[in-house]
């Protein structure tokens, strides 16, 4: 069973920073892509960013680019999710996702594990 758990979350204001980490339970970490996405209230989930097994590769919703970083080290099982310049909009339960295969994708129904969530409030 795997099992994800995020932490970092918490009240920022806007043009602060905040680093996201999501530890995962189980052996097989490093052999699947890892994703974050995020739900504001009223809205649906929405991808944010993915990074494949090894780490080289990684994507960005449009909305983060250039601003969001994600990376992961496999020896703690854990992947990071480092946001600078937020924005009151970045504010939304933050999940992380481990992904059915080893190679990036941006697709939810391609994610088979999920986090409980982190809460992140960027105020104006």
């Known amino acids: 069973q795997v099992q994800l758990v995020e932490s970092g979350g918490g009240l920022v204001q806007a043009g602060g920073s905040l680093r996201l980490s999501c530890a995962a339970s189980?052996?097989?970490?490093?052999?699947?892509?890892m994703g974050w996405f995020r739900q504001a209230p009223g809205k649906e989930r929405e991808f944010v960013a993915a990074i494949n097994w090894s780490g080289v590769y990684t994507s960005y919703g449009d909305s983060v680019k250039g601003r969001f970083t994600i990376s992961r080290d496999n020896a703690k099982n854990t992947v990071y999710l480092e946001m600078n310049s937020l924005k009151p909009e970045d504010t939304a339960v933050y999940y992380c996702?481990?992904?059915?295969?080893?190679?990036?994708?941006?697709?939810?129904?391609?994610?088979?594990?999920w986090g409980q969530g982190t809460q992140v409030t960027v105020s104006s």
């Open positions: 996702a481990r992904g059915l295969r080893p190679t990036i994708i941006n697709v939810m129904s391609e994610y088979g594990y």
């Open positions: 189980g052996r097989t970490f490093s052999s699947y892509a």
